[in-house]
């Protein structure tokens, strides 16, 4: 048995405009999501920003009720069972707010933890324990309005493991960490799953999800368009290559006249500082450079280069189809 | 001209601006409904305490309630603005800052005055209070007066709200010494010598006054002194407020304070 | 039991942090000692010399109501503005062991108004303090304190919709003053409003409190405003399960 299921997950957001005159919109952040995750596995949750991988996850952690489908965790439906959901998972979201500011690091964990149920005689011990893991001893007992935003999201993260839940939920958690406090956050993770946990995580940092996820989902605008493990999401682009080409001022409709070469997979535009790259992925026995340079209409080129696709470029090529 | 276009179209856009802050389900039960209530309340206690009659604490807390949206809504409109970030713009702006700031505190007058005779009404329609109809001309008069000097200390406030943040501390703190001090609810004969002396130079406590002769069934002209005195006091508080305002505006561009940070 | 521990320690952490607020602390204390100062003028210069300790105790009260009615209504609201009341809401205890020490701590800062009330009235206008049953006026503030804490519960849940659910809270300030008989015997209010003042925690509450210092009967006073107190606790649950289901419907249990 999977130990979290999503079934056809979908989620509608009403907004309103005016006060007067309300009018009323309908946005579907999530249409019909499903996916299944294993003991012990590390599964990633991967899409650009606003594709839905926030309103999902609170959909699974019980924040938010689904419009329409369902989700179990550990056999528990997450609406009708919620609170036996919210015993066996522990969830770290992050971000500036969603901790007491004028109580300390210690006050607030202490207070989480008897919410959870930590027992009495354990809590000093394991409250210890976090704060060393995540790097916030010595400074457990100043008032969190003080913390930077990166000890703020080691503290939530500490709060998320107090009760050593079997099943947690991490939702863009090296956002705002420095790269090195990124590193120690990355491998606490991965041990977590050694130590038999089993780990959802969402990010929108491809190379985490590569090195980290055991499984990978790739999200986007509400719906699952790829699944599968590192390895087979590489594999739908492995035969290939990437052609990067460095254009100073890339000329209108450039792109679509790329795209109508044979052999190319998929176009996409990087804005880099003074210049735009062009990301051509093809077949694996086409040559297309020249053809491609043949398509700009003399602008100005920079650098050129042919490489191996990287699971960025799978990502890329598998969120910026739908345009 | 342009002196009076940018008080009445800087006064309307204020107006504009109030009332979008203030949504009814804020205004009706903090500018309606809590009136009602205070007057009652004290009507009640001096009928436990055997003090004065119904009429007294009627009009004495409908004037006093005035504070609310007096020192609330001028304070608000500078620390609104400062929480904007727009302060600093206007600041900037040549406009004249007399009118511009007067401007600013006649729809909190306006506003006031009608918060004041809605209670005043209310208060004697419930109580059954007996004041002359003939009297309301007159009442309206005084109590326009009235707003118009509390929204006087409204500019002192709303100066400190350039420098300080708890700017609700301090109009609640104002609202409490008006409660006392203006004779609202204690007969100033009953206070002693020292408050009285204080009660002298505060919004409301001539208006008041004039407001029980008036009920009692005075002339306009019998009152004239009263209003003159809490027209003077108004004016003293607005230009006191006029020069903080514009002693902050100076120190806050040296020091870079006007942006909330 | 598990249940009151987590009912402690929430309250103790939720104490904490409100006291560590200049605003909702210290304020909340000095602002009825306006009212009460009104109150002991009044009383001293008018005719019916019921005792003016009769006013220090309803005023004292009043201060106690203030801390909690000004502020509860917006307990769930507060939460959200902190971007804690999602980490509440998915935490396993039922809400409303989550919410009540929430409330309850807003009401315990009502003994510090208490205190600072009949100091004032002691130090400023001479009035005694005398307790005919002491231990009994100090179980009669903890029962107040308590069902303080219960009605702020319910106002919590109950406000919760409302944008300006602070603005409602304050709506509740005078008149409970006024039909708690905190400062106007009942026998003054008109006959229709008796009822409201009995199904009112807080008029029970004045009572005992008032019993215990000036002499009479607080217990049956007490008895029956901790059964209110329950009565409003067991209703609020009641609107919390839907409050809370109708919250996750909408997605508005966090700003963004």
């Known amino acids: 048995m999977a130990v979290v299921e999503a079934i056809d997950l979908k989620r509608t957001y009403r907004t309103s405009t005016g006060t007067l005159r309300r009018k009323w919109k309908d946005v579907e952040a999530v249409r019909g999501v499903s996916f299944g995750i294993e003991k012990g596995e590390l599964f990633g949750l991967l899409g650009p920003n606003g594709a839905g991988k926030t309103t999902t996850i609170k959909m699974l952690i019980t924040l938010l009720i689904p419009t329409a489908g369902t989700a179990r965790v550990l056999g528990y439906d997450v609406v009708k069972d919620a609170r036996e959901v919210r015993k066996r998972i522990g969830y770290v979201f992050g971000g500036e707010r969603g901790v007491y500011e004028r109580l300390s690091g210690w006050d607030n964990l202490r207070y989480f933890a008897e919410l959870y149920g930590v027992p009495p005689d ?97 999200i986007n605008k509400g719906e699952i368009v790829a699944h599968g493990t590192p390895g087979d999401l590489k ?35 990087e804005e880099r500082e003074q210049a735009q790259v062009l990301i051509v992925q093809t077949g694996a026995d086409v040559e297309l450079t020249h053809a491609i340079l043949g398509r700009l209409n003399g602008a100005n080129v920079g650098r050129i280069s042919r490489r191996e696709p990287t699971l960025e470029d799978a990502y890329v090529a598998l969120v910026s189809s739908e345009e | 001209m342009t002196s009076l276009r ?23 039960p903090s500018l309606i409904v809590a009136p009602l209530f205070q007057i009652l309340l004290f009507a009640y206690i001096g009928r436990s305490a055997g003090l004065a009659s119904d009429e007294f604490y009627v009009v004495g807390n409908a004037i006093q ?44 007058v306006v506003n006031g005055a009608f918060v004041a005779a809605v209670a005043l009404l209310a208060g004697t329609i419930v109580l059954g209070v007996d004041i002359p109809a003939s009297a309301a001309p007159s009442l ?23 420098r300080i943040r708890e700017t609700a501390v301090l109009t609640n703190v104002l609202f409490g010494f008006l409660l006392i001090f203006t004779g609202a609810n204690i007969p100033l004969d009953d206070l002693p010598g020292w408050m009285q002396n204080v009660s002298d130079v505060l919004p409301f406590t001539h208006a008041i006054a004039a407001a029980r002769e008036l009920a009692d069934g005075a002339s306009l002209t019998s009152v004239l002194d009263l209003i003159g005195e809490e027209l003077l006091i108004g004016l003293v508080f607005a230009f006191l407020g006029y020069w903080l305002l514009r002693f902050f505006e100076l120190q806050g561009r040296r020091h870079s304070t006007l942006d909330r940070s | 039991m598990r249940t009151l521990r987590l009912l402690a320690v929430g309250w103790y952490f939720q104490f904490k942090a409100i006291l560590r607020s ?83 701590a807003m009401s315990t800062v009502g003994v510090y108004c208490l205190v600072a009330t009949l100091l004032f009235g002691r130090f400023l206008f001479g009035i005694d303090l005398t307790f005919e049953h002491p231990l009994l006026f100090v ?52 006959d229709w409003v008796r009822p409201i003042s009995w199904a009112l925690a807080p008029t029970w509450g004045m009572n005992a409190i008032r019993e215990s210092s000036l002499g009479g009967t607080p217990l049956p006073d007490l008895a029956i405003c901790l059964a209110l107190g329950a009565a409003y606790l067991t209703i609020g649950i009641l609107v919390l399960e839907r409050v809370l289901t109708a919250a996750r419907k909408r997605a508005a249990l966090s700003l963004t």
């Not at chain 1, 324990?129 to 703020?152: A, C, F, P, W």
């Not at chain 3, 709506?171 to 905190?182: A, K």
Request: charged share 15%.
């Open chain 1, 235 to 269: 594999r739908g682009v492995a035969e290939g290559a990437v052609v990067e080409v460095e254009v100073f001022g890339l000329p209108d409709g450039t792109v679509e006249r790329v795209r109508e070469l044979g052999g190319v997979r998929s176009v996409s535009v």
């Open chain 3, 139 to 190: 179980l009669s503030i903890v029962g107040t304190v308590i069902s303080f804490g219960a009605l702020g519960f319910l106002f919590a849940v109950t406000f919760v919709r409302f944008r300006a659910a602070w603005a409602l809270g304050n709506l509740f300030e005078y008149p409970v003053w006024l039909i708690g008989g905190f400062l106007v015997p009942l026998v003054l209010l008109p």
């Open chain 2, 6 to 28: 940018i008080f009445a179209v800087g006064g309307l856009i204020s107006f504009r601006a109030l009332f979008h802050w203030l949504s009814p389900s804020i205004y009706i």
């Open chain 3, 22 to 104: 200049p605003f909702e602390g210290l304020f909340q204390v000095i602002y009825p000692l306006f009212f009460a100062t009104v109150a002991f003028l009044m009383f001293r210069a008018g005719t019916d010399q019921k005792t003016l300790l009769y006013a220090s105790l309803g005023a004292a009260v009043m201060g106690m109501w203030s801390a909690t009615s000004t502020t509860a209504a917006g307990a769930m609201q507060r939460e959200r503005w902190h971007g804690t009341l999602e980490a509440l809401v998915a935490s396993p205890p039922h809400f409303s062991l989550i919410l009540l020490p929430i409330t309850l």
């Open chain 2, 140 to 162: 309206a008069v005084v109590i326009l007066v009235a707003a118009f000097s509390c929204t006087g200390l409204g500019l002192i406030t709303a100066a400190l709200a350039l």
């Open chain 1, 122 to 218: 354990q809590q000093k011990e394991r409250i210890e324990s976090l704060l060393e893991l995540v790097g916030l001893k010595g400074r457990e007992q100043e008032r969190t309005e003080g913390y930077s935003r990166g000890m703020k999201q080691r503290l939530h993260v500490a709060r998320g493991l107090l009760h050593d839940p079997p099943v947690i939920f991490l939702d863009e958690p090296t956002i705002g960490l420095d790269p090195v406090g990124a590193r120690e956050l990355r491998g606490t993770i991965a041990s977590l799953v050694e130590a038999g946990k089993t780990v959802l995580l969402t990010t929108h940092y491809m190379f985490e999800a590569d090195a980290l996820c055991d499984r990978i989902a790739v």
């Open chain 2, 65 to 108: 309630y005035a504070a609310i949206p007096c020192l609330f809504a001028m304070t608000n409109i500078v620390g609104g603005e400062k929480f904007q970030q727009t302060l600093g713009a206007i600041l900037v702006s040549p406009a004249p800052r007399l009118p511009l700031f007067f401007g600013r505190a006649v729809p909190v």
